[in-house]
């Protein structure tokens, strides 16, 4: 089992640019969740997703950010229009369909860093 | 909301000593509280949970407590060692509910 896999691991963007962040939840895992991780900080819940749906994103800014779980292939955090605040680290976790604390794993992370 | 507040930021210690961390929440609703252990530029990985049906949790080294009338609860590490150096993060989350609440980390260092 690979566990929950994020890619890519490091990313530069310039300001103004688009960042998009792969996140591949653990096989038999159907819930998958993204948290913000600003430096010296804890992380901070953004969105929770399920295959096509969007179940919780109280935690999403609400401009610049999306994110989206399709029906095959990854889940994807995209920003739009990068700012020096977006500069953190964001990772990802999944958890089988019996809820988030039966088995919920965190990614590596990816490191953004909007220059 | 949920709001989890953890103390203390930083926590320096001599190798053998034991190391306690707290933390707080608000929400009565809450019943899940693990703790994560991250080290730098890797994932948080779960050390130890607590349900709320429980009082209290040991494995080897590592034990929770729980204090649901005052809503706090501790991690506990005995005979600390350098690689137990890392920043330690405790959560609350309603069982059900699949949103973590974390708290702010205490970076914990092992001298040795």
């Known amino acids: 089992n690979a566990g929950v896999m994020q890619n890519p691991r490091h990313l530069v963007r310039r300001r103004g640019q688009e960042a998009r962040l792969r996140c591949s939840p653990m096989k038999g895992h159907s819930h998958v969740y993204w948290y913000r991780q600003l430096p010296e900080e804890g992380l901070k819940f953004m969105v929770y997703?399920?295959?096509?749906?969007?179940?919780?994103e109280s935690g999403m800014p609400k401009e610049r950010f999306s994110a989206e779980f399709p029906k095959e292939g990854p889940s994807i955090l995209r920003i739009q229009q990068v700012v020096r605040g977006d500069s953190a680290a964001y990772f990802c976790a999944s958890s089988p369909p019996l809820g988030g604390s039966y088995g919920y794993t965190f990614g590596s992370g990816t490191r953004l860093t909007v220059v | 909301g949920e709001n989890v507040e953890q103390h203390p930021s930083t926590l320096s210690v001599q190798e053998g000593d034991s190391a306690v961390i707290k933390c707080t929440y608000s929400?009565?609703?809450?019943?899940?509280f693990p703790w994560y252990k991250q080290e730098l530029g890797k994932r948080p990985q779960l050390i130890i949970d607590i349900r709320s049906n429980v009082g209290e949790k040991k494995d080897q080294r590592i034990a929770v407590t729980l204090n649901k009338t005052a809503k706090h609860f501790s991690l506990h590490i005995t005979e600390t060692q350098p690689e137990d150096s890392a920043v330690y993060f405790c959560?609350?989350?309603?069982?059900?509910?699949?949103?973590?609440?974390f708290g702010s980390g205490t970076k914990l260092n092992v001298k040795p």
């Open positions: 929400d009565s609703a809450s019943n899940y």
């Open positions: 959560a609350a989350t309603e069982d059900n509910f699949n949103k973590f609440y």
């Open positions: 997703l399920q295959k096509e749906n969007i179940i919780d």
